[in-house]
């Protein structure tokens, strides 16, 4: 289960001025320019730290990024927590008048605090913003306010994070990880270890502030030079010494990937070769000595139960067919050995 609810408040309730932001995306052309008219508004989801106690110059990288996200058009993505870089990121983007969406579980709503409207417009669902530990900037302040910010939170069911963790890259453009902990660990290497299989074409880049995730670095490099792994680290993961070279890349990569699927589609490849080398190899293993044919009945569609059921038949009758003649000729050897020794 997913719920979408909407927030609307002044902007002036956000505690992030100008002068925290990195000097350097102020004075940047790349911020203050508009993008071209042809340019996507893209979906960038952002994994950052939760802790109060997050250095200062991680938060300033996290508003930065948050601010030049706002001021490019793009939409950020987050985990909507109060604390630390992504308290941060969502400051930022609020200064820049952006558009947020935070993505927080269930488990987390309670019965009473802050009203927020639902997609219908109905203030039927109640969030405590201290207690469910969302950022204020989701808090709704004045109902008739047009201004500032767009924010949602999109709250996911479900018995554990999954559901949550992946609302948070559905349909994203790109991947920004600031510095963060144990679970900003988890997520990002879940996605590294996803684009490795090559099950998602996400791109995915490390803000590396202060050579915080120059470790990570070299575990990739060690890896592929031990030959753990097939791709090069730097299409796993890319790293990135600023905020603004991070969102730099993310446009031109998520260009390049909207490019190969304009691609793929007129080639009207996309899928269907997956398909089909999945029937086949599913064909391949039904040959197997483990092969049911009543597993093969119930796993088909009903298009294709005739002629799976048949090759089936035909399968098992050349095994009883084999069987047969192998028993007779077992019979005849035994006959001729009695014979012999009769003799």
């Known amino acids: ?25 102020l004075n940047s052309e790349f911020v203050s320019s508009q993008p071209a008219n042809n ?11 939760s802790s109060a106690k997050t250095p200062s110059n991680y938060l300033q990288a996290a508003r930065s990024l948050g601010y030049i996200l706002a001021k490019r058009g793009h939409v950020c993505i987050n985990g909507a927590g ?16 952006g558009h947020i969406v935070g993505v927080i579980h269930e488990m987390f709503l309670v019965d009473s605090g802050y009203f927020l409207e639902d997609n219908n417009g109905n203030n039927n669902k109640k969030v405590n913003i201290d207690d469910v530990g969302t950022h204020k900037v989701f808090q709704k302040q004045n109902p008739n306010d047009e201004t500032g910010a767009i924010r949602e939170i999109l709250v996911a069911g479900g018995p554990d994070l999954q559901e949550r963790k992946k609302l948070l890259v559905e349909n ?81 990569e998520a260009a390049k990937n909207s490019n190969n699927s304009k691609n793929k589609s007129n080639n009207n490849k996309d899928g269907s070769n997956k398909k089909t080398l999945s029937k086949r190899q599913q064909s391949e293993l039904n040959k197997s000595s483990f092969y049911s044919p009543l597993e093969e009945f119930n ?8 002629s799976s059921m048949g090759d089936a038949t035909n399968w098992r009758m050349m095994e009883l067919g084999l069987a047969m003649t192998g028993g007779i000729l077992l019979g005849v050897a035994f006959g001729l050995a009695f014979k012999t020794k009769g003799k």
């Open 82 to 97: 109060p604390f630390g870089c992504m308290a941060a990121m969502n400051d930022g983007a609020v200064l820049g008048n």
């Open 172 to 252: 994203a453009d790109a991947l920004v990880v600031l510095p963060g902990g144990p679970g900003t660990w988890d997520e990002l290497w879940e996605m590294a270890c996803a684009r490795h299989l090559g099950l998602v074409n996400l791109p995915i880049v490390c803000i590396n502030v202060d050579n915080y995730y120059q470790p990570f670095r070299d575990m990739l490099d060690r890896a592929y030079n031990d030959k753990l792994i097939r791709l090069k680290p730097s299409e796993i993961v890319h790293f990135s010494n600023t905020v603004q070279e991070a969102v730099e890349w993310c446009e031109v």
């Open 39 to 49: 340019k996507k508004s893209l979906r960038i989801t952002c994994y950052g730290s």
């Open 1 to 25: 289960m997913t719920t979408t609810i909407n927030a609307t408040s002044n902007s002036s309730s956000n505690s992030c001025t100008l002068d925290d932001l990195d000097p350097a995306v």
């Open 299 to 306: 796993n088909n569609d009903s298009s294709n139960n005739n």
